[in-house]
């Protein structure tokens, strides 16, 4: 076994873990009316089988007033049989199962303002400016008695224990923190006063459910607030809350509900574990509670370094289970090639908040009961596919037809797999896609999928290999934006964002003068497009007809792009369009506000690019059709989308052509 540490037992109080891979509390809102849905169960059961030593929930309905219907209804008993069932079907896994205990309080992190929100103080929401009416002590207090006796009923129908979520700018981080927490009574003052209720929480859930019931918290490490939770005062609530004795295990979480959002979910613009060294420094403050390392692990030799060094005994994971449930079986039986890996894209917490279900980008069965370690069905009667496009959306299709035992065919116009999807994995905090389609290559190659690369495919082409049906997977261009004329289009001189990226890849001498970039995409490639040219030029100026930049990305995404792009110095014009190609003659660039008409020039240009809306390149379908193929367009040659969306579909697609047997009419 490559990681023997990870994949030793450990006891955490009367409990005891089969590994060290705890599945970190994740949001997945499968959860309807307050009930265990069948893609709730699945999901758990999943990770459970996956070999997680333990799992943790998402929060749920466990106190007085909280009745989110996406929770799972503790405190009013409604969810409990279903818990009680899903429980046995985890611990036959020797699977432990903690409920995640929350209140979010003030704190929002969508869209607008919530009215009838209470917090410590009645102080706004760093973020959506929410301002809350302060709690009374008796309300504090039933929810004390509310949560403990909530932790008391799952304990009864086999619950092994709660995690406490004491950070991220939730309810116990608001008490915490003397930035939101201004009270003058027994709850505000004090760093004792201020953690009372957390302390109190923990302390009645102790000697209501005695000592075998696990208990963890999650506490603030430095919550990138002005006033509120540093490092030193993170050491200081940790010591306070290690005093009770009722600790288990915890771990810390870095942001809050504020600017710092970001923190909370880093990706691959920073180093791996970002945060395992602060966390070594507040789990000296009593370092016989086990420790979990927290924050962007998607390796397991990431979490094997970890627990070697010292600096932690546990090793949580939440989006790189989403990803693979089965990453533990398949680290520990040595098949980490066959491991999905998580693109920390955060594409994850955008679906939960917008589609209020959770998705992934490389995992298009997420909450499917047959989701683990998932391969087709063998067919008993082969047939010929071809596979027109080597993106996302056509290799997802491609490695499951091909793995069911049909003759698939891949044409391709890149030299090797990918699609647009590999340029960004070339960019600024890209690299992680490349896993999506390095796990779709391998497991197509394995199949004995034909690849034909290089070239644009033709009609002969795709006909020659005789196939019974096509899958259309060849993408989107950009669009020509209006205001640049055909015949500078025509010419080169206004190359698109792709096609410059792809220039300045092999890393040319850098250019003198400004780039100015025509934003009319507002995803993330555009974004990490700047970042990367902002060294190849003296300015990056990047221009949008809209009233900011990043509006297609979830806002954890968007913060920290603003924070790269601000970094690197990249100028931000917002609300203006081009007034057309005139001032490129003069190697200037004229834009207007597209309110009030004003117009501005920007000198000294050395290039201009555009990212717009994608078209699909969908050419091939009405030839292919008139051959009498049946054809089935998917990802952005069908409506150019995310990656999410092509993945999804390709799956999709692949199951539909499984499931139905297709006819050649030629053959």
């Known amino acids: 076994m490559g990681y023997p540490l990870t994949f030793s037992p450990i006891q955490l109080g009367g409990q005891r873990l089969r590994n060290r891979i705890i599945h970190a509390s994740m949001t997945t809102r499968y959860a309807r009316e307050g009930l265990v849905t069948d893609a709730y169960e699945n999901y758990f059961v999943s990770r459970a089988g996956g070999g997680a030593g333990a799992i943790v929930s998402e929060p749920m309905n466990v106190a007085p007033g909280q009745n ?15 818990i009680a069932r899903m429980v046995e079907r985890i611990e036959a896994h020797d699977c432990r199962f903690f409920v995640q205990v929350q209140d979010r309080g003030r704190g929002r992190h969508e869209g607008g303002r919530i009215d009838d929100a209470y917090g410590a103080s009645p102080l706004p929401d760093d973020i959506s400016w929410t301002v809350p009416r302060e709690l009374t002590a008796g309300e504090i207090e039933a929810m004390i008695d509310g949560m403990a006796e909530s932790c008391q009923k799952l304990a009864a129908v086999g619950v092994t224990g709660c995690e406490i979520s004491a950070g991220h700018g939730h309810l116990f981080h608001q008490f915490l923190s003397p930035w939101s927490n201004v009270r003058d009574d027994y709850y505000g003052g004090s760093l004792e006063n201020r953690a009372r209720l957390l302390t109190s929480v923990i302390s009645e859930i102790r000697e209501r459910c005695g000592p075998d019931f696990a208990i963890g918290v999650k506490l603030p490490g430095i919550d990138g607030v002005a006033n509120s939770v540093d490092l030193a005062l993170a050491r200081d609530i940790a010591a306070h809350v290690a005093a009770t004795g009722h600790i288990d295990f915890w771990s810390f979480a870095w942001g809050s509900h504020a600017n710092s959002l970001y923190e909370h979910l880093p990706d691959a613009h920073g180093p791996a574990v970002p945060y395992v060294d602060p966390t070594a420094e507040l789990r000296a403050v009593a370092p016989d509670i086990p420790t979990g390392a927290l924050g962007y692990i998607t390796d397991p030799m990431q979490g094997e370094r970890q627990i070697a060094d010292g600096k932690a005994e546990l090793v949580m994971l939440a ?120 796990y779709q290559t391998l497991r197509a190659q394995k199949a004995g999928a034909r690849f034909v690369m290089g070239s644009e495919a033709q009609l002969a082409d795709i006909t020659g290999s005789d196939p019974s049906a096509v899958v259309l997977a060849t993408g989107a261009g950009l669009s020509t934006p209006q205001w640049l004329d055909a015949d500078w289009r025509q010419e080169g001189l206004v190359p698109d964002l792709r096609t410059l990226c792809a220039d300045f890849l092999p890393r040319p001498a850098k250019s003198d003068g400004r780039l100015v970039i025509y934003d009319q995409d507002h995803t993330e490639m555009t974004y990490a497009a700047a970042e990367y040219l902002s060294d190849w030029f003296d300015e990056v100026v990047l221009i949008t007809p809209r009233e900011r930049v990043a509006t297609d990305v979830a806002l954890v995404t ?51 690019t555009f990212a717009t809306p994608r078209v699909p390149r969908a050419a091939l379908r009405p030839p292919l059709e008139a051959a009498g193929l049946p054809v089935h367009v998917i990802g952005d040659c069908l409506s150019p989308r995310t990656v999410m969306a092509a993945t999804r579909e390709g799956h999709a697609i692949a199951e539909q052509l499984l499931g139905a047997r297709v006819s050649n009419p030629q053959s």
């Open 319 to 438: 989006r790189a289970l989403v990803t693979d449930p089965w990453l533990p079986r398949k680290a520990a039986e040595g098949r980490e090639a066959e491991i999905r890996y998580c693109v920390s894209c955060n594409s994850c917490w955008r679906a939960i908040i917008e589609k209020n279900h959770l998705e992934c980008d490389n995992n298009p069965r997420v909450g499917r009961a047959d989701e683990g370690d998932w391969h087709p069905a063998r067919t008993t009667k082969p047939q010929r596919f071809a596979v027109v496009g080597a993106g996302v959306a056509g290799m997802e299709a491609a490695w499951i037809l091909a793995e069911a035992g049909h003759e698939v065919t891949v044409f391709g116009r890149g030299d090797e797999p990918g699609g647009a999807t590999r340029l960004h994995a070339e960019l600024p905090g890209g690299e992680n896609l490349s896993s999506v389609y390095d």
């Open 558 to 608: 968007r913060q920290k792009t603003y924070r790269r792009l601000y970094e690197c110095r990249v100028r931000i014009v917002t609300s203006a369009v081009p007034t057309g190609v005139e001032a490129l003659e003069e190697a200037a660039f004229e834009y207007r506000n597209v309110f009030n008409g004003d117009t501005a020039r920007i000198e000294d240009i050395a290039a201009v």
């Open 68 to 82: 989110a219907p996406s929770r799972l209804a503790v405190f009013d008993g409604r969810a409990l049989d279903g």
